[in-house]
C-alpha cells in the first residue's frame, strides 16, 4: 500500500536511474544529456515526480532537495487489472516517450520529449 505525501525511491533499494543521451524535456524544464536519479510523492489523485543530479544514491534516505532540478505533477489513472509489482515501461510517442509507471490499481504517465 502507498504512504501518500512522503518522497519515495522508485526502485528497491538503490534509487532508479534514468540516462538521456542527448537533452530533454520534461515538463516544462529542459534538462541537459546525463544520468538522473527518479524520486516521487504519491498522492492519492496525482504523484509528483521528482529528476535529481545525485547518482549512486541508496533509496531516499540521502535525498538532497537543491539537486531535484525538474519536478511534474501527474494525474493518477485507475487501472482495470492490479499490477502486483511496481512496474515502469517506456512508451514511443509522436513527440520522444511516454515512461508509465503502474502498480497495484494506479498508473502515471511521464511525458519525456526529446
Given at each position: 500500500?502507498?504512504?501518500?505525501?512522503?518522497?519515495?525511491?522508485?526502485?528497491?533499494?538503490?534509487?532508479?536511474e534514468?540516462?538521456?543521451?542527448k537533452?530533454v524535456?520534461?515538463?516544462?524544464?529542459k534538462i541537459?544529456?546525463?544520468?538522473?536519479?527518479?524520486?516521487?510523492?504519491?498522492?492519492?489523485?496525482?504523484?509528483?515526480?521528482?529528476?535529481?543530479?545525485d547518482?549512486?544514491?541508496?533509496?531516499?534516505?540521502?535525498?538532497?532537495?537543491?539537486?531535484?532540478?525538474?519536478?511534474v505533477?501527474?494525474?493518477?489513472?485507475?487501472?482495470?487489472?492490479?499490477?502486483?509489482?511496481?512496474?515502469?515501461?517506456f512508451?514511443?510517442?509522436p513527440?520522444?516517450?511516454?515512461?508509465?509507471m503502474a502498480?497495484?490499481?494506479?498508473?502515471?504517465?511521464?511525458?519525456?520529449?526529446?
Amino acid at each position: 500500500m502507498l504512504e501518500y505525501g512522503k518522497l519515495w525511491r522508485l526502485g528497491a533499494n538503490e534509487a532508479t536511474e534514468i540516462e538521456f543521451f542527448k537533452p530533454v524535456r520534461i515538463g516544462g524544464t529542459k534538462i541537459k544529456k546525463g544520468r538522473y536519479t527518479l524520486y516521487c510523492i504519491p498522492n492519492a489523485d496525482t504523484w509528483t515526480i521528482l529528476v535529481n543530479k545525485d547518482t549512486d544514491i541508496w533509496g531516499s534516505f540521502k535525498y538532497d532537495e537543491s539537486k531535484t532540478i525538474a519536478t511534474v505533477n501527474l494525474p493518477v489513472h485507475k487501472q482495470n487489472e492490479m499490477q502486483e509489482h511496481f512496474v515502469m515501461a517506456f512508451e514511443k510517442s509522436p513527440n520522444g516517450a511516454i515512461l508509465t509507471m503502474a502498480w497495484e490499481d494506479i498508473s502515471v504517465n511521464l511525458p519525456i520529449s526529446f
